[in-house]
């Protein structure tokens, strides 16, 4: 079965209900419609598009695969998005298809041509919360190693951010980063975060330092583009 039928076949949890698709609604007009994530430029051949699952399936799945699957740091710092098998590389794109839809989370990915580099995931204070009680507009990002260290990752998250200020009307949103992840730490110093004290925070396995804790304020933020 190729990724484009798991992606038909699963295009609702199988949990989902009248009552969910209601909630859904709702959810979606409380912090975001998908109409609010659009594409935009990081010059040459770059550019931050919406995640397109059916793009992924058709051009980019085999070769992604294979390179998220192999990158040690990506396994490491970004434990879900998990490319270790066919089958868990499947759930992780359906995941993201499907909470779009529903206005829980979503994606960007960071595309030269038909190449996937990197991706930037937009997490809703009820997701945030779901996922680690923190009731506040979050993000995660990961880009492949081999374009690591471009500042192609930093274009992208300055253009999100510009997004989800502009189009979506976000007042702060997080990053929790692995104080072993030196190059994030070194990325977020370079961004317009601000470090917040991290009490309360543990690693995400109970074993490694707690993360720190980064905020961008956004409704203070100002873009030469504005």
């Not at 059916?54 to 192999?70: D, H, Q, S």
């Amino acid at each position: 079965m190729g990724i484009l039928d798991f992606l038909k076949r699963k295009s609702q949890p199988e949990h989902f209900s009248e009552d969910d698709s209601t909630a859904a609604s709702k959810n979606t007009a409380k912090w975001f419609n998908t109409s609010d994530i659009k594409s935009m430029t990081m010059g040459g051949n770059l550019w931050i598009y919406p995640c397109d699952i059916t793009a992924i399936a058709e051009k980019m799945f085999p070769t992604m695969l294979f390179v998220m699957g192999n990158s040690e740091r990506i396994r490491r710092f970004v434990p879900d998005a998990d490319f270790s098998t066919e089958e868990k590389a499947k759930a992780y794109l359906v995941d993201k298809i499907i909470n779009a839809e529903r206005g829980h989370h979503f994606s960007y990915c960071i595309q030269q041509g038909d190449g996937l580099l990197g991706m930037i995931n937009i997490y809703t204070p009820d997701a945030s919360e779901e996922y680690m009680g923190f009731p506040h507009w979050t993000m995660d990002f990961f880009i492949l190693d081999p374009v690591e260290g471009k500042g192609i990752m930093k274009q992208g998250l300055i253009r999100a951010l510009y997004q989800l200020k502009t189009a979506i009307h976000v007042p702060e949103i997080y990053a929790l980063v692995d104080p072993r992840n030196t190059r994030c730490m070194n990325l977020m110093s370079s961004l317009p975060f601000e470090l917040e004290d991290n009490a309360g925070f543990s690693s995400s396995d109970g074993n490694g330092p707690a993360p720190k804790v980064f905020v961008c304020k956004l409704s203070t933020l100002r873009f030469e583009r504005q």
